[in-house]
């Protein structure tokens, strides 16, 4: 089955910087977008940006420029997610989903990292 | 960026009850509209694309419906294990942008 399976829980210090990854399996990797979302606790769903795995081509969410960069690894079906810069703001669950190309939704999802900053 | 907003933010029904929940764009995002249904602890999970698609493999009694600014999801009969996080997204242009969620309790 299609699956999203990301890299576990992070603790940072702010200023430091954070790398997730993401793997997919299931379907051809290079097919699909994959998007990443992320949630504070007790919050909503903030997209951050996408990828096309196979083009390297990104579309950064302009809240996040120039602090996040979206990357690849067709050989292992990985995508990876690095922010940088990190704040305690930053602390929250970070998912990967797969985009949908004909309706640009998410699905599936991966089943979320949690990054906390904390000094 | 394209507003989502959602109503209510949350509400509590009994089994059984038809429940709606209305999501607006701030600007018209033609039938560019996602639905998803995220449980405590849990990611989200697609239950509609392009505004009224059951995606597969969910439950017929959910179903969506809309154009242009104004959407609505609909549980026709809600069930004990629909107790959850219910949110709009737009796909029409980046960046996409959620509601802030619907909240549904069942009694």
């Known amino acids: 089955q ?20 993401c793997k997919a399996s299931g379907y051809t990797f290079t097919t699909y977008d994959i998007n990443w979302v992320r949630q504070a606790t007790g919050q909503g769903l903030e997209w951050m940006g996408w990828m096309n795995p196979n083009s390297g081509n990104t579309d950064y969410a302009q ?6 960069t979206m990357t690849r690894n067709i050989s292992i079906s990985t995508a990876y997610m690095e922010l940088s810069g990190l704040r305690s703001e930053d602390t929250a669950v970070y998912y990967c989903a797969r985009g ?3 309706d640009n939704c998410f699905d599936p999802w991966g089943q979320g990292t949690l990054v906390t900053v904390s000094s | ?10 509400l509590s029904a009994s089994v059984g009850d038809r429940v ?9 995002i033609s039938r560019y509209l996602n639905w998803y249904q995220q449980k405590p602890g849990k990611a989200p999970n697609l239950l509609i694309y ?5 995606q597969s493999g969910v439950a017929s009694r959910f179903s969506g ?3 242009g600014t104004d959407f609505t999801l609909t549980i026709s009969s809600l069930q004990p294990e629909d107790s959850a996080t219910y949110y709009c997204q737009q796909s029409y242009s980046t960046p996409w ?7 549904v309790e069942v009694k």
């Open chain 1, 2 to 21: 299609v699956q999203l399976v990301q890299s576990g829980a992070e603790v940072k210090k702010p200023g430091a910087s954070v790398k997730v990854s």
């Open chain 1, 63 to 68: 809240k996040f420029q120039g602090r996040v």
């Open chain 1, 100 to 102: 949908l190309a004909t």
């Open chain 2, 1 to 10: 960026d394209i507003q989502m907003t959602q109503s209510p933010s949350s």
């Open chain 2, 20 to 28: 709606t929940i209305t999501c607006r764009a701030s600007q018209s």
């Open chain 2, 50 to 54: 392009a505004a009224s698609s059951l």
């Open chain 2, 65 to 67: 419906s809309g154009s």
């Open chain 2, 97 to 103: 942008t959620f509601g802030q969620g619907t909240r």
